[in-house]
């Protein structure tokens, strides 16, 4: 199985810039994306950043500019640099992987335990 470990978490003030990053560890074959999403008190989780193996990235329009995911140097790394941070950036973040575990096996989705992150003054 795979496991996501998270850190980076914590309170900052509006404006302010928090780094998060997700290790993925198991067995894994490779992936297709790791990514980030989020969920405030009362809403749905949520997109806010991926990126793939190729290096490709996709944001949520409610990050584009402030927000930067990149693939760390480790294997299976991710991490997501939070610029310019605002109140309604408060939620629980979570890290994502979707994986391939054998050359033609099924891809799967796993979710990490989530971080806190809260933006106030």
């Known amino acids: 199985q795979v496991q996501l470990v998270e850190s980076g978490g914590g309170l900052v003030q509006p404006g302010g810039s928090l780094r998060l990053s997700c290790a993925a560890s198991?067995?894994?074959?490779?992936?297709?994306?790791m990514g980030w999403y989020r969920q405030a008190p009362g809403k749905t989780r949520e997109l806010v950043a991926t990126?793939?193996?190729?290096?490709?990235?996709n944001y949520a329009d409610s990050v584009k500019g402030r927000f930067a995911i990149s693939k760390g140097n480790a294997k299976n790394t991710v991490y997501l640099q939070m610029n310019s941070l605002k109140p309604d950036d408060t939620a629980v973040y979570y890290c994502?992987?979707?994986?391939?575990?054998?050359?033609?096996?099924?891809?799967?989705?796993?979710w990490g335990p989530g971080t806190q992150v809260t933006v106030s003054s």
């Open positions: 198991g067995t894994i074959f490779s992936f297709n994306t």
């Open positions: 990126i793939s193996s190729g290096g490709r990235t």
């Open positions: 994502n992987i979707n994986v391939r575990m054998s050359l033609h096996g099924p891809r799967n989705d796993y």
